[in-house]
């Protein structure tokens, strides 16, 4: 996953934990790892408005500005235009985006209904094709640039739209120590780009078990995390062509 790297990391990990400790609601430190290791991870910086996260009771959701999208697809230099609107045909409300790549030969299409996504409430009911048409814009970056875009969050709109994306950053309050740090790791690990089967790899490579709860908060603690999963990556990844040229 090609991430695109920002000057004074640190700095933006200072930000973050001031962000987090300004929101005011009880997180755990394992909760706090996981906002971390994204804003660490991509760049993004709460207090720039590129990152948020969104308290409501004892849980809080992380989410990106749409715009993020939008710096991240002009930063990789490939990006050669795009537009966006609304259609209404026969009261069928969709919100529709085409993207222009300069590395493709044909501009990159997409479309969302309405009545797919809408919350039914708040600005959906208000301003609805401003929000399906976010939706639209925030899907075909994401599709259109996959390796700039691949483990951002979501943005708002796409989580107040569908029930279903909500557990994709959704982090619930800890029913106890071991299986909310458990579950943040596993979050963190696929926001960084590890499929299920991977992140089973990954756990056995660092000793890393739910009967060891001081390995989760270790591992979870690691500023270099994100380096550690690329190796592993680039090493199973030299393992699986090995394998294929034995076969051969």
């Excluded at 596993?186 to 991977?198: A, C, H, R």
């Excluded at 660092?206 to 009967?211: A, C, E, L």
């Amino acid at each position: 996953m090609e991430v695109i790297k920002v000057e004074n990391k640190s700095e933006i990990m200072q930000e973050a934990m001031k962000y987090l400790n300004g929101l005011g609601c009880n997180l755990s430190e394992a909760h706090k790892h996981q906002f971390l290791n994204i804003c660490s991870s991509f760049g993004l910086n709460p207090f720039l408005r590129e990152i948020y996260a969104i308290p409501y009771n004892n849980n809080f959701n992380i989410i990106v500005g749409y715009e993020v999208y939008l710096k991240r697809a002009e930063s990789s230099g490939r990006l050669a235009g795009w537009k966006a609107w609304c259609e209404n045909k026969g009261g069928e409300l969709k919100g529709c985006v085409e993207i222009l790549r300069k590395d493709w030969t044909c501009p990159f299409y997409h479309e969302v209904s309405f009545k797919e996504y809408t919350s039914g409430k708040n600005l959906w009911l208000t301003k609805p094709e401003t929000m399906i048409k976010k939706v639209a814009i925030a899907q075909g970056f994401r599709m259109c640039f996959p390796c700039e875009l691949g483990g951002i969050p979501y943005t708002r709109e796409e989580l107040e739209a569908q029930d279903s994306t909500k557990e994709i950053k959704q982090i619930k309050a800890p029913q106890n120590d071991t299986s909310s740090n458990a579950k943040a790791l596993m979050d963190t690990l696929k926001s960084l780009g590890l499929e299920v089967l991977e992140i089973k790899r990954f756990c056995e490579k660092h000793k890393i078990t739910s009967v060891n709860p001081e390995s989760i908060e270790a591992i979870l603690g690691r500023e270099d995390l994100k380096t550690l999963v690329e190796d592993f990556k680039s090493e199973h990844s030299t393992k699986e062509v090995a394998v294929v040229e034995e076969s051969i």
